[in-house]
C-alpha cells in the first residue's frame, strides 16, 4: 500500500463559489480539452454518439434544487472533481503505489504506467472523484493541470488549471491554501468556505463557498416611473411644455 507523506506546507488547491457559479459547464469542457490532450492517456468517449453514451470526465456539475430555512428555493449548482485530501484514502489503499500524494505541494496523482485499473481508489474516496477510462483501463482524476501550472512557457496568467482560466462567472480560484495570507485562504476565510463532508475525515484541501441568501425586491410597477410627475411646480421645461400644450386648439386650460 502507498504510504502518505508528512502534511506538507504548500496545499495547492481550489475554492468554488456555489453562490457564483451559473452550471454553464465551460470548466468540465475545457478540463476535458487540456487533459485530453496533455497529461496522461486521453480522456476516452464511448459510444459518444450513440443511444447510450459515456466518457471519462475529471470534473463534473450537479446541479440541485435547495430549499433554505427562510425564503423560496434555490438552484444550486456543484461543480466536483477530486478534493487533493490531505489524508487521502484513494491513495492509502493503492497496491501498487500509482496513487500518490507530493510532498512538495500535496497534489494527489496517478502514475498511469503503474495503475493496474483495480479501482479501489474509486472505492475509497467518498466524493466519487475518480474515473477509470474505459480504453485505457487506468483510473483518471484531476491534476490540478500539474503540467500547465508549472509551465514557464505558458503566460503566467494562464499558469491555473484550465478550468480556473475558463470559468466566464469567475466561481473558481487556485491557489495555495497552506498560505494565510493567500487571496484563496482570504476568500475562504471572508465567505465562510467549508469542506465538502467533513465528517469523513479526509480533509480536503478544496473548498466551497457557501451561496448568499438572496435578496427580496419590493413589488413595484415597471411603469411607475414614467406615470409619476416629474414636476408640480410649473417651472422649467414641464412648465413650458404644459403652456404650449395649453395654448394649442382643444388643449387644457
Avoid at 506538507?8 to 453562490?19: E, P, Q, T
Avoid at 440541485?64 to 487533493?84: D, R, T
Avoid at 485505457?136 to 493541470?145: A, P, R
Avoid at 419590493?218 to 395649453?246: C, H, Q, T
Amino acid at each position: 500500500m502507498t504510504q502518505l507523506p508528512p502534511p506538507s506546507a504548500k496545499k495547492l488547491g481550489l475554492v468554488i463559489d456555489l453562490d457564483t457559479c451559473v452550471g454553464c459547464h465551460a470548466c468540465v469542457v475545457s478540463c476535458k480539452g487540456w487533459n485530453t490532450e496533455n497529461y496522461g492517456a486521453p480522456l476516452s468517449d464511448q459510444n459518444a454518439y450513440g443511444a447510450d453514451p459515456s466518457g471519462t470526465f475529471l470534473n463534473r456539475v450537479h446541479s440541485y434544487e435547495v430549499q433554505p430555512a427562510e425564503g423560496e428555493a434555490q438552484l444550486i449548482h456543484f461543480p466536483k472533481s477530486c478534493l487533493h485530501c490531505e489524508d487521502a484514502p484513494c491513495v492509502t489503499v493503492c497496491p501498487t503505489g500509482a496513487s500518490y500524494k507530493r510532498a512538495e505541494d500535496g497534489i494527489v496523482l496517478v502514475n498511469e504506467s503503474d495503475c493496474i485499473g483495480c479501482g479501489l481508489c474509486a472505492w475509497a474516496c467518498p466524493y466519487g472523484a475518480r474515473e477509470l477510462d474505459a480504453k485505457e483501463g487506468v483510473m483518471k482524476k484531476c491534476t490540478l493541470c500539474v503540467d500547465r501550472i508549472y509551465n514557464e512557457n505558458l503566460p503566467e496568467e494562464d499558469r491555473q488549471p484550465a478550468c480556473v482560466r475558463t470559468c466566464p462567472a469567475g466561481a473558481r480560484h487556485f491557489g495555495d491554501l497552506g498560505d494565510a495570507d493567500s487571496d484563496v485562504s482570504k476568500l475562504v476565510a471572508e465567505r465562510g468556505g467549508f469542506d465538502l463532508m467533513p465528517e469523513q475525515g479526509t480533509k480536503p484541501v478544496n473548498k466551497y463557498l457557501p451561496p448568499r441568501p438572496k435578496d427580496e425586491m419590493p413589488e413595484f410597477d415597471v411603469l411607475a416611473p414614467y406615470l409619476e410627475p416629474i414636476a408640480s411646480d410649473g417651472k422649467g421645461f414641464v412648465g413650458w411644455l404644459d403652456k404650449a400644450l395649453s395654448s394649442l386648439p382643444g388643449g387644457a386650460k
